[in-house]
């Protein structure tokens, strides 16, 4: 019997399925499945409108590069929705910009998991013996590793940057998506279906790309969709720690630092790029959540 | 006449999922008595257990129930459930089919017995052991005494199913419902377990509910049987009368599906054709009438009611088997 | 996994010539335990020799740190060669891992205190931090997930969920200086910094890890109930010993307390255990904001100072506690499901 830990993912927390009950539904129950999917996806979808299209389209202000002169205007000043820094940046640029470093890092970040590590982990479950065996621990180094070790190392050696925030959560984001892709892979691999396909004279790589994968993939979005969430908090921790991106370029990790030293003089700078963080965690957890419960009450 | 132990009027349960109504028990009536067993019977989906749950009110939330169930007189639709509670185990019991999953896997057969004792009696935790111990040894599991520190997954299923009715019979039950006890067992412990149901019954004086798809479990154990189609009675009789005169053609076929040892070898097995009703979508007319081969268009268009037909055997059919009379020739098409 | 009739419970002869030692050696669960203690050894390994080569790529060296920017090369040298990171790389990782198997960590560069000192001091605090952060979440999650699943969808169960929905979406260190701002800036409740030991007032001690442990626990008491109360639920609407329980007219609340908790507890368990492992991740940050001077605080600075012992000692001591978390989640199952416990092999 194999252990519980076996195939489970360490150091990724997975918020638990709350999902509708059968039979439960009526009108009611049928708004709350659809509120479900849909409200998330459009909070999502106004976040990245509004972090990578509405600069470019909108009259938003340089995040950098601000006058002196305009420094710590308040809020509601005309032409500064949040008011400005304390050297002059407009606050509401610095919150998309910010958003909008943080979600690259995030995307990045995932996608290389996702792609990485899925298929190191889909290998590993699908072929099983001792290159299973290698994988996994190779993984398990990787996780053990404290991140924070690498995170510095990186931006002591290269500079801290995007790049680099990207390249030290990867080193978090592969191992975890890997043990998952496995995990799935081992539960696929058991069913019928794969021993008719693999019977009828389907190739392994074909096995693995057509039934396999689509049978793992909702899981790893899922995943996906709930890692995005911590991706960006720890993004804006390493930019809290001054590893990830460095100032003057505003993430809403690096904000949030230098927001902390004034905090109770004002605390808006503090508070509005801690909003931000919320809510983008927020939504990308509820639409996580509700596409977990839609895939697994199938 | 005594006063029947249980009895039902008219059940009717309903599910509401997504939207619409599926109605798994359509009008059911029957009655138990002290010291009988009735056998129900029917395929899954006939709404034998559903009833049987509604019985114990121990049906989910979307189950909507109403008619009449009558136990002592005393009427348990719609009863509070602290007295629903009180009549579980205590005086209504129930054994289930999987002992693999009935039992709680963490829990030790022994705290599973005697917590159905504390519940319904003041009794000290030694005196409840002693119960337990007692009520194991008249299930007739050997090595009551060590057995008692186990867990489920340490015995076979066998040895299970008697701890489950060892569980059910704690409270001193008056009716004991044993809901597929033997469907999951292999052919010699389930003679072992109805066998031990009888004796009991003879000795506890208890009334036997026994629902099965087996029409031979029925025809060994039971005094009356009931055979359910979609959620409906479609004949009763006593088990000597029914199985003498089989009346309804899907009773019939029941019986034709059972393999026989006198059958040739390479007999085609006569399976009941067609497919389970779906309860959501019931035509008018008769439940049976897609699979039935008597079927005429009265069967399609009006549902026949159960009725005494002969003194003691009743059933729901146009068409009854074993009728020459010109009543059944009449209406042929 | 077929159902297993027990033995004969008559000794048989065999039996009785069998010791209770050769038991427990023979027993399962040891060679489990070895097993993997065995695997996790190559993990081990692997996780120091990375950071030795990461730390060992970083730009300067201890020397250079100690020294300062106005050092000339020469002493920066001699330095080197004192403390001994002049020599080659697999020489240096050679020369600590054979320390490390007589169970001496090494000496900081920096100070020159033992390595197994500085860890000594620190880890107990990081430790009660992690301890009272537990006690925190699980304390509050499990009766909030018992409620819950009383009344499955129900206001008490729906709200709690929104909550802690919301509390999962708080970043840690945000939620720190939150609660600093409120509770220390603005109120003066309890203190913004700063670490008191137990011997000195067993109370102060607590209130000064009061804010921190609220930090991290919030976002695992919401994960815990969530995933209790997940469990319970299902285990209340499709596992049959439910149905039984109900059918011996067993009440509700005992139906969740006795029976459905039991078997909700693994995975709890496990979550817990898992946790474990990343939570010295979490406290890095955590101590950072409080001034709290545990290991995380330490594994920090020590970066930042090239001082290589101390950054291996700390990253071993880290990786030691994940492979024992995850084995310590995986012994618990074991121990505590009957069905494992008392297995084919009693």
Known sequence: MAAPTEGLVPGVLEPAVVAPPPGEEGRLGRLRVLGGIWLPALLVAAIFFLCFVWPIIGPVPSPTGGSILNSNDPSFTPGHLFGTDATGNDEWSRLLYGGRASLEVALAVTAVGLIVGGTLGAFAGYVGGWRDGVIMRALDVLIAFPALVLAVAIAERLGPGELHAIWALSFFSVPAFGRLARAATLRVREQNFIAAARLSGTGHVRTLLRHVVPNILPELITFALLGMGIIIVLEGALSFLGLGIPPPAPSWGNMIAQGEGILSAQPKFVLLPSAALFITVVSFNLLGESMRARWTAR | ??????????????????????????????????????????????????????????????????????????????????RMRALRGNQIAMVFQDPARSLNPTLRIGAQITEAIHIHRQVSKAEAHDRAVELMELVRLPAARERFRQYPHQLSGGMRQRVMIAIALAGDPRLLIADEATTALDVTTQAQIMELLRDLQERLGMALIMISHDLGLAASYADEVLVMYAGRAVERAATQTLFGHVRMPYTRALLGAIPRLENAPHTTLAAVPGQPPDLATQPPGCPFAPRCPEVTDKCRETAPPLAEQEPGHLWACWHPCGLEDSAAEEVAV | MSSTASAPLSASPRRASTGALTRVVRSPLLRFVGRRLLVAIPVLWGVTFLTFVVINHLPGNAAQQLLGVNAT????????????????????????????????????????????????????????????????????????????????NGIFDRTSMVFSMAGLSIANYILALILVYFFAVKLNWLPALGWVPPNKGLATNIKYLTLPAISVALSLMCFYTRQLRADLVQQLRTEDYVTTARAKGVGEWRVIRHHALRNSAFGLITAVALNLGTLLGVTVIIEQIFGLPGIGHELLSAINSRDLPVVEGAVFVFALIVVLANLLADLLYAALDPRVKYGSTN
């Open chain 2, 1 to 82: 006449m005594t006063a029947p132990l249980l009895e039902l009027d008219d059940l009717r349960v309903d599910f509401r999922q997504s939207g619409h109504v599926v109605r798994a028990v359509d009008g059911l009536s029957y009655q138990a008595d002290k010291a009988r067993t009735l056998a129900l019977i029917g395929e899954s989906g006939s709404g034998k257990t559903v009833s049987a749950r509604a019985i114990m009110a121990l049906l989910p939330d979307t189950a909507r129930v109403t008619g009449s169930i009558r136990y002592e007189g005393t009427e348990l639709v719609g009863l509070s459930e602290r």
């Open chain 3, 73 to 152: 090369p020469q002493e920066v040298h001699q330095l080197a060669v004192k403390l001994g990171v002049d020599k080659p790389l697999l020489s240096q990782y050679g020369t600590w891992l054979s320390h490390l198997v007589q169970g001496d960590l090494g000496h900081s560069l920096a100070s020159g205190q033992s390595v197994t000192s500085i860890l000594g001091t620190d880890l107990p605090i990081t430790f009660e931090l992690i301890a009272y952060a537990f006690l925190i979440s699980l304390g509050l999650a499990i009766p909030i997930a018992l409620v819950a699943a009383r009344r499955p």
